[in-house]
């Protein structure tokens, strides 16, 4: 049985009507070289309501509802989320969605992750007013402020370092005070053929912690399916370094991960807040 195609779900306060022309724009504008043939294809229902776009040789589906998701769908993640404080509150408030949904037979899940971000992005562009929050979903489930996902959408073609693969990846913040360790856990590297990351360092670099988990998440998205050797080394001169260990994680039910400490220069201290 194949899998299911992935999709974004953007939450509005009112509904909307999908302006065709201005997503086409907008795909132009911010991604040339991933959508340089982008066309509607025609629009059922008679209302706008529910697109179908050709975008490289790939069916796009755009599909506007005036109805709440179901909160099956995003409460849990919204309430267990670490990193957007007002995620239930916010999403609580919309009326209305819209879900982008790439039709066909799948061609890797890094492709499809980027077009169906650009796609969204270039719908919550299009149109006045932003979505309240978007839902990735594609196995796992990614939620962002509205504002945050269309700032990061507008890059899903880039390549590393830029390539906003938080969008498809939760990092999970966890501090162990006995020890003053930071740790960052990460959910959704399976989907791209990679172990998660369980990264740690003390509590005092634990904004180097998080920038270099997100690089290190790029580069794997943008390998997807490279794995990493046992005793990977990655380095910034005269910042840190950190050798990658394949094991199993004592932390999180003996799962297997992608292991490291920082070894911090101490003359580069970095703040402590995320």
Request: proline share 4%; aromatic share 8%.
């Amino acid at each position: 049985m194949s899998e299911a195609a992935p999709v974004t779900y953007l939450l509005y306060q009112d509904a909307l009507t999908i302006d065709t022309a201005a997503v086409i724009k907008a795909l132009r504008h911010f991604h040339p070289e991933l959508c340089k043939d982008a066309a509607v294809i025609k629009s059922l229902w008679g209302s706008g309501s529910k697109p179908r776009f050709s975008v490289g040789g790939r069916v796009v589906a755009v599909d506007s509802r005036p109805a709440p998701l179901s909160s099956e769908r995003w409460h849990a993640i919204a309430a267990n989320g670490c990193n957007w404080s007002t995620a239930v509150e916010t999403c609580s408030r919309h009326r209305a969605h819209i879900s982008v949904t790439i039709e066909g037979a799948p061609r890797g899940k890094l492709a499809d992750a980027r077009l169906n971000a650009a796609f969204a992005g270039a719908v919550a562009i299009a149109h006045q007013n932003l979505p309240l929050a978007a839902l990735w979903h594609d196995g796992i489930s990614v939620l962002n402020a509205g504002s945050t996902f269309t700032e990061l959408a507008i890059k899903a073609s880039k390549a590393s370092p830029d390539i906003p693969a938080v969008l498809w990846v939760t990092m999970l913040p966890l501090t162990e005070d006995k020890t003053q360790t930071a740790i960052v856990f990460t959910v959704g590297l399976g989907r791209f053929g990679h172990l998660e990351l369980e990264f740690e360092a003390p509590v005092k670099h634990t904004k180097l912690l998080w920038e270099q988990c997100q690089n290190v998440i790029g580069y794997l998205v943008e390998h997807e399916g490279e794995r990493l050797q046992n005793g990977a080394m990655f380095a910034i001169p005269g910042v840190c370094s950190y050798i990658v260990g394949l094991q199993a994680s004592t932390r999180f039910n003996g799962v297997g991960v992608y292991k490291a400490r920082l070894d911090v220069i101490e003359s580069s201290e970095e703040s402590n807040t995320v």
